[in-house]
């Protein structure tokens, strides 16, 4: 159980487009999902907690009209990267909290989207 | 400020010999504390959780985690490394049922190369 979903796994898209991630939970209801940034060989970076059926949080320094985030069922958040440019590319990777049993709700992480922007 | 700190960036140890990953934490109050694992180009997979109770806590993949609240840390353990555990692990802490911030503090990651 818990398994979270990403897709694309990889994209490759020219400088300026958009281009638009999903993060699916697929065997649970998630009312928050997690949205991360990792550069090579770096830790994690929060970008942003996405909540169903409200306006995302975003973390200091992370730009909302940039990285759009929507959350409009309890199993499905996505990332739009807006006018992507080189320096947005990354690795993307979601999580969701399950509600989980015994107590504690853990978050359990997609595997993650390589995006290149050329 | 609240932190997580792994004061290893990278651990080494032979296979077949034990292993500890370091987690000290200062935050307030009584945190929830993870260890997550990230194989190459994955996302992370959820090892095991502290929420109270026994400080002693088994998780997946043979590793166990040992909370002590009086060093704030949490440090990782396995009894005998195999060279499939070689990864990146991460330590983190948070109150995921904290109303609206749920979200969790995390350490930058220890890199542990099991060497056959």
């Known amino acids: 159980g818990a398994v979270v979903s990403q897709h694309p796994s990889w994209v490759i898209c020219k400088s300026g487009t958009s281009v638009k991630i999903e993060c699916r939970s697929l065997d649970f209801q998630a009312t928050t999902m997690f949205w991360y940034r990792q550069f090579p060989k770096q830790s994690l970076m929060l970008m942003a907690t996405?909540?169903?059926?409200?306006?995302?949080?975003?973390e200091q320094g992370v730009e909302k009209d940039k990285f759009l985030i929507n959350h409009a069922s309890l199993t499905l958040s996505t990332l739009t990267v807006t006018s992507a440019h080189p320096e947005d590319s990354s690795f993307y990777i979601c999580s969701a909290i399950s509600p989980g049993t015994g107590g504690g709700g853990t978050q359990y992480f997609g595997p993650g989207t390589r995006l290149t922007v050329l | 400020a609240q932190s997580v700190a792994q004061p290893e960036d990278q651990v080494n140890v032979a296979e077949g010999n034990p292993l500890t990953v370091k987690c000290t934490y200062s935050?307030?109050?009584?945190?929830?504390l993870f260890w997550y694992v990230q194989y190459p180009n994955r996302g992370l997979q959820f090892l095991l959780k502290?929420?109270?109770?026994d400080n002693l806590v088994k998780g997946s993949y043979g590793f166990e985690a040992e909370f002590n609240k009086s060093q704030t840390s949490f440090h990782l353990k396995k009894p005998s490394a195999l060279v499939s555990d070689s990864a990146l692990y991460f330590c983190a802490v948070g109150w995921p049922y904290a109303g609206n911030n749920r979200k969790l503090i995390w350490g930058l990651g220890t890199s542990l190369a099991v060497n056959p």
């Open positions: 502290y929420i109270t109770g």
């Open positions: 935050v307030s109050g009584n945190p929830y």
């Open positions: 996405s909540n169903e059926g409200s306006k995302a949080t975003y």
